[in-house]
């Protein structure tokens, strides 16, 4: 059998078993998980076959969780995970659920480290966002949210509520003495908006060349969450490649997003 015919035979029978994990289906063909996954990501009906059915698994997955927490008002994200479903879930795929989905958790639900280091970094990455934004992202009261500030010293400044004005003088000087700055990290550290200082450059002449960063290449976090779940043997360097960026993006994503993932010791052959 041609390697053609091969391939047709393969996509056939996927297609025909949607239900099959590419775990199951690497066994069966005495195939990698990867290249299971290259064959389906080839294959438009496959792919789209595969999407769907995730997204009916997703749908249910929600339904169980909203139907949980309805009988349990009061059960902690812990509980959820381990009583919610059937199916075993992560705190950070039960937190997509749940702002995807808009779930209403427990408003006074106990946080821990993990939400807490969440929280850090999302008002890092928006620092203009005010503390009810921040609350309503974590489905937590906004007054639980200003103890939580206050309590583990969070990077919330209070003078974001209030309109801040750009001076143009200012910003020529920082923008001189730090030309590797990008427009985001600029605005960050005046605590404005990237378009403002866009604007302020542009009005007042200022020299600056825009900055952007070597490691720009979104990736997509369900793809790579995926991705890592059907291919857990492959090593950091292996997922980089075939997402096409550096290792360094991928262990940030990874430790971002909390993607469940051990990290190999022993390297992959190329």
């Known amino acids: 059998m041609g390697s053609k015919e091969k391939t047709r035979g393969i996509v056939s029978y996927i297609f025909n078993n949607p239900n099959k ?3 199951e289906l690497a066994k069966h063909f005495d195939m990698t998980r990867q290249g299971i996954h290259l064959i389906i990501q080839k294959n438009s009906e496959l792919k789209n076959q595969r999407l769907e059915i995730k997204k009916q698994e997703e749908i249910k997955l929600a339904d169980d969780i909203q139907m949980y927490i309805r009988k349990n008002p009061e059960a902690s994200i812990p509980n959820i995970i381990e009583n919610a479903s059937d199916r075993r879930i992560s705190k950070s795929t039960l937190l997509r659920i749940v702002e995807e989905y808009k779930i209403t958790l427990n408003k006074v639900i106990k946080v821990d480290n993990v939400i807490i280091s969440q929280m850090k970094r999302y008002m890092e990455e928006y620092p ?3 503390q009810k934004e921040i609350a309503d992202r974590f489905n937590l009261s906004e007054s639980y949210v200003g103890l939580l500030i206050q309590k583990f010293n969070m990077p919330y400044n209070l003078k974001r509520k209030q309109k801040v004005y750009l001076k143009a003088s200012e910003l020529a000087i920082y923008v001189k003495e730090h030309p590797e700055k990008t ?16 604007n302020q450059i542009k009005k007042n002449n200022i020299s600056y060349v825009s900055k952007i960063k070597k490691e720009k290449k979104e990736i997509d976090i369900n793809a790579l969450r995926t991705f890592i779940d059907d291919n857990p043997e492959l090593s950091v360097k292996r997922i980089a490649k075939h997402f096409n960026v550096a290792e360094a993006t991928i262990k940030m994503r990874i430790k971002k997003y909390e993607i ?11």
Not at 183 to 198: G, H, L, M, P
Not at 260 to 270: G, S
């Open 21 to 23: 994990s590419v775990a």
């Open 128 to 130: 203009m966002k005010k």
């Open 183 to 198: 427009y985001q990290e600029i605005a960050n550290k005046f605590n404005v908006s990237r378009e403002s200082v866009i």
């Open 260 to 270: 469940q993932y051990k990290a190999k010791r022993t390297k992959n052959k190329p």
